[in-house]
T-cell receptor, first 115, second 112 residues
């Protein structure tokens, strides 16, 4: 079974703090994703990575950065947390074979509250 | 991606089969039907996907009509732990690296 783990289930930070969210997958997947999920807004893609050290901006990258130094690990960084970044953060991974279906598997989520 | 339509909510008695419908009348030939579910405050869970043949795995069965304009997800023996929001998504094969787009889904309530 694919396993995607996230470093924390719940996190409380203060405005202005630097926040690191980590995601690890154990299936040698090429692609990894960071989403946020908010009531009424659904899933929104923040960043996507298709290989080590490679990244692409999603729909809402402002205020976030990412790091992928190893294939299995994808980190989301909030450089200076703000209250509007209070949300559920979801990491996902997928195999990434061109031309085939690309099922995304999600981690359990991190509920971040910024005070 | 093609649009999907699902009922807002459904109820099911524990132990009975839960049949969740999805309409995707504008589906294209290279688009797959995916089902995910999300239990409250957890990450979405992949259930099953298919192109045109019916599919079955340890979690569920997926029945796709011959014209591919609709499908049904079947949970053969629903349990209380199957209470969740179920999302039907239509997605082309070559969209690796693009965001999943969940609609409003169907809230399935399983009761004893």
């Amino acid at each position: 079974d694919v396993k995607v783990t996230q470093s924390s289930r719940y996190l409380v930070k203060r405005t202005g703090e630097k926040v690191f969210l980590e995601c690890v997958q154990d299936m040698d997947h090429e692609n990894m994703f960071w989403y946020r999920q908010d009531p009424g807004l659904g899933l929104r893609l923040i960043y996507f990575s298709y290989d080590v050290k490679m990244k692409e901006k999603g729909d809402i990258p402002e205020g976030y950065s990412v790091s992928r130094e190893k294939k299995e690990r994808f980190s989301l960084i909030l450089e200076s947390a703000s209250t509007n970044q209070t949300s559920m953060y979801l990491c996902a991974s997928s195999l990434g074979l061109a031309g085939l279906t690309d099922t995304q598997y999600f981690g359990p989520g991190t509920r971040l509250t910024v005070l | 991606d093609a649009k999907t339509t699902q009922p807002t909510s459904m109820d099911c008695a524990e132990g009975r089969a839960a049949n969740l419908p999805c309409n995707h009348s504008t589906i294209s030939g290279n688009e797959y039907v995916y089902w995910y579910r999300q239990i409250h405050s957890q990450g979405p869970q992949y259930i099953i996907h298919g192109l045109k043949n019916n599919e079955t795995n340890e979690m569920a069965s997926l029945i796709i009509t011959e014209d591919r304009k609709s499908s049904t997800l079947i949970l053969p023996h629903a349990t209380l732990r199957d209470t969740a929001v179920y999302y039907c998504i239509v997605r082309p094969a070559n969209q690796a690296g693009t965001a999943l787009i969940f609609g409003k889904g169907t809230t399935l309530s399983v009761s004893s």
